[in-house]
């Protein structure tokens, strides 16, 4: 078994070491496709001149240019900056804003009144944080009278009979106490 496996590696020695006929460039891997595309793309040239040129175009084409120029020069081309093409829009934009301001405060100008104000408003003002008066403070401002004439003025006598007589007396009790 050792003598075939020795046969084996000389054979295979001897194989590398001569030239079996085939040989490729070098590179030729690498460029083969490059070479396909190139001969692709020139047969798909055409084969016929597609652009033509007048006979004394290049002979006359510094003239013509020249003779343009010049007319060009003659007539003066009106030319408006940016500046003052700004300062046209200036006033039209100013406008624009003034009637914007006054269109959004026109239509979203509310009146409110002290009728619109609920006692939930004024409670949720304060118990946000936005109230610093205090009850002494409180009781300054108000005045006792007015408080008497509008409160009792507008509770007749039969509502207040049917009320004491509804509510049970610890409740009235408790009530006074707080």
């Known amino acids: 078994m050792n003598e075939k496996i020795k046969h084996t590696i000389n054979f295979i020695n001897q194989k590398a070491g001569k030239n079996c006929g085939f040989s490729v460039p070098q590179n030729y891997f690498e460029e083969v496709e490059e070479r396909i595309n190139t001969s692709v793309f020139i047969d798909s040239l055409p084969k016929k001149k597609t652009f033509n040129t007048p006979g004394d175009y290049f002979d006359t084409f510094e003239t013509q240019i020249l003779s343009r120029l010049a007319t060009e020069q003659t007539t003066e081309t009106k030319v408006i900056s940016l500046r003052k ?33 609920t006692i939930t408003d004024i409670e949720s003002w304060y118990e946000n944080g936005y109230g610093n008066i205090d009850n002494s403070e409180l009781a300054a401002t108000l005045n006792t009278s007015e ?27 408790n009530e006074i106490e707080q």
């Open 85 to 117: 093409r700004v300062l046209q829009y200036i006033p039209l934009a100013a406008a624009a804003s003034v009637l914007l301001f006054i269109g959004i405060n026109y239509f979203n100008a509310q009146k409110i009144t002290f009728e619109d104000i």
């Open 147 to 173: 408080l008497d004439e509008d409160i009792l003025a507008s509770i007749s006598d039969e509502t207040l009979e049917d009320y004491l007589n509804s509510v049970d007396t610890p409740t009235l009790i």
